[in-house]
């Protein structure tokens, strides 16, 4: 079935430095990928999107890119700060027209001053 | 603020118990989905409804049931509880049928 695998945390960081979450999809169609971040104590938040192939997702200094080849949507930022403290899950959608989210396990990130 | 709306945010409740779940979406959003966040299981999808009726089904329990009123709020509905119940239950909406869902705050259940 489809699926979202991204690297396991929990990840601490200091702040200025660059910041990259793996994540690989298993999908028979061609989804559309997506970055969630969840603030301690709150809901998800959308972070950045990718509807197709070689797409390129960017918000807040965070981006992705869309890889079919490879079937991944890396996160990057070049330079965290202690706000970016959250925790951040690959997911993606559209396949067989429902629009569900398949979520990865989340990844904790830890940025210190 | 997404604009969407959980009640109540948290909730304890005793094995074998049932409660209810509320979810208002943002205005004009007609579709909404219920997940469950828990330790072992991670973020699963539940189930979705479109303008009133059920969509998708995902990893939802028979002991589990949720519907979608005329005035576009949803219930979900969860009974004959279990320890293992014990999550964050996130309802999200969307306009139409698309890709961009937005979260509420999560209703927090605690079975004991």
């Known amino acids: 079935g489809d699926s979202v695998t991204q690297m396991e945390g929990p990840v601490t960081l200091s702040e200025e430095a660059f910041l990259t979450i793996n994540c690989t999809y298993t999908?028979?169609?061609?989804?559309?990928l997506f970055w969630y971040v969840q603030y301690p104590g709150e809901g998800l938040q959308l972070l950045l999107k990718?509807?197709?192939?070689?797409d390129k997702g960017s918000n807040k200094g965070f981006e992705a890119t869309y890889r079919k080849e490879t079937t991944s949507f890396h996160l990057e930022k070049g330079s965290v700060q202690v706000s970016d403290s959250a925790v951040y899950f690959c997911?993606?959608?559209?396949?067989?027209?429902?629009?569900?989210?398949?979520f990865g396990a989340g990844t904790t990130v830890t940025v210190r001053a | 603020d997404s604009g969407v709306t959980q009640t109540p945010k948290h909730l304890i409740t005793a094995t074998g118990q049932r409660v209810t779940l509320r979810c208002s979406p943002r205005s004009g959003d007609l579709s909404v989905y219920w997940y469950q966040q828990s330790l072992d299981q991670g973020l699963q999808f539940l189930i979705q409804?479109?303008?009133?009726?059920?969509?998708a089904k995902g990893n939802i329990l028979e002991r589990f049931s949720a519907q979608q009123f005329p005035d576009l709020h949803s219930e979900l509905n969860l009974s004959s509880l279990e320890l293992g119940d014990s999550a964050l239950y996130f309802c999200a909406s969307s306009v139409v049928d698309n890709n961009e869902q937005f979260f509420g705050p999560g209703t927090r259940l605690t079975v004991l």
């Open positions: 999908a028979t169609g061609y989804p559309s």
């Open positions: 990718a509807t197709k192939a070689d």
């Open positions: 409804y479109y303008n009133g009726e059920e969509r």
């Open positions: 997911a993606l959608s559209g396949l067989n027209n429902d629009y569900k989210l398949s």
